[in-house]
């Protein structure tokens, strides 16, 4: 680490210069401003943005580099997810119709793009939103209520014989998904921003738990549509009302530690999520159970059963992940 000694300027004012290549590097001029920002901890950031809107990044996609409509929805997701506030998507030739057609898909998925400029061999995608629109604590309270609705119906169409149900729960996932993107992209930028971190009201690390906690939200939903893609070959079979009981009684064991490890997250309790991370070992008997009834099914609906089974334990483990999580982020309270 380099040192620097502190100086006084006219009797009263205490002054440090600045490292030459640090300056040269970012281009800083005579009078130009620099954003100070005083941490917790007691050091001090000195950064060339004054505010989040300063930063303008662009990223160019050529359309020549890519060969693959599926490739260039990729590449836009993780331009999207880097915090890159325009994406000019650019040809040398007539931008083909499936590519198109996955820039379309990328902007509608997406919580923010919009084409604000389009011709046959460009596409202009500017994010408009904020990201002090959008809080985190608000974000992952939605993916947490999507993931337990999506949850829940999907038990409810394979105790009410429901395929439309099932279905309509895969079709869910895709709201999940968008809100996951958004925190990744919003815990990037938090993390090259301290500016923006304050404006958000939230610490630069505390954008990585909130990425690893939508992460876990994310899986739980996952496994929400497995449940339900498996439920129509469920339902066909007739179970025995036996075992539905048993998936009924996993899944609200499954439902009541992820609501505990949420409740534990707003009231920021380490020993209610200590007390939780215990309680997700009472699943397994439930789920021991589901599988085996699952040995004496044969065919289709045996592995179909198994794959529940799993979902639901599954779900009751990252519930836990969850409360483990908060812990690592609450120790130092």
């Not at 397994?284 to 592995?303: F, L, P, V």
Request: proline share 3%; charged share 25%; net charge neutral.
């Amino acid at each position: 680490m380099e040192t620097r000694k502190v100086q006084m300027t006219g009797g009263s004012s205490y002054v440090i210069t600045l490292p030459k290549e640090w300056v040269t590097g970012l281009k800083i001029k005579k009078n130009d401003p620099l954003g100070v920002e005083v941490q917790p901890d007691g050091t001090l950031v000195i950064t060339p943005k004054t505010s989040a809107e300063d930063v303008q990044s662009t990223k160019e996609i050529h359309i020549e580099a890519v060969d693959d409509p599926k490739y260039l929805f990729r590449q836009l997701i993780g331009t999207y997810i880097r915090g890159y506030k325009n994406i000019n998507i650019l040809s040398k030739n007539e931008i083909d119709p499936q590519m198109r057609n996955s820039v379309m898909k990328f902007t509608q998925t997406l919580i923010g793009p919009e084409v604000v400029e389009e011709d046959s061999r460009s596409i202009i995608i500017k994010d408009l939103l904020s990201p002090t629109e959008m809080p985190f604590n608000k974000t992952i309270k939605r993916m947490y209520l999507l993931v337990k609705n999506m949850h829940e119906s999907a038990i409810l169409a394979l105790t009410e014989n429901n395929k439309e149900l099932a279905d309509d729960v895969v079709k869910r996932d895709r709201d999940v998904d968008r809100l996951q993107w958004l925190i990744a992209r919003q815990s990037n930028m938090v993390l090259e921003d301290i500016t923006l971190a304050k404006k958000m009201g939230v610490m630069q690390n505390s954008a990585t738990y909130y990425f690893s906690t939508s992460r876990i939200l994310e899986r739980i939903g996952d496994h929400a549509v497995i449940i339900a893609s498996k439920v129509p070959i469920l339902i066909d079979k007739r179970l025995d009302e036996k075992v539905v009981k048993n998936i009924v009684s996993a899944s609200e064991l499954a439902l009541t530690n992820l609501a505990n490890s949420i409740e534990a997250w707003n009231k920021r309790d380490i020993k209610s999520a200590n007390q939780n991370i215990e309680s997700v070992k009472a699943l397994t008997s439930y789920c021991e159970r589901i599988n085996d009834a699952a040995m004496n099914i044969r065919g289709e609906a045996a592995i179909a059963l198994s794959y529940v089974s799993e979902s639901l334990r599954r779900t009751g483990e990252y519930a836990g992940d969850l409360s483990e999580l908060l812990i690592n982020q609450l120790i130092d309270d």
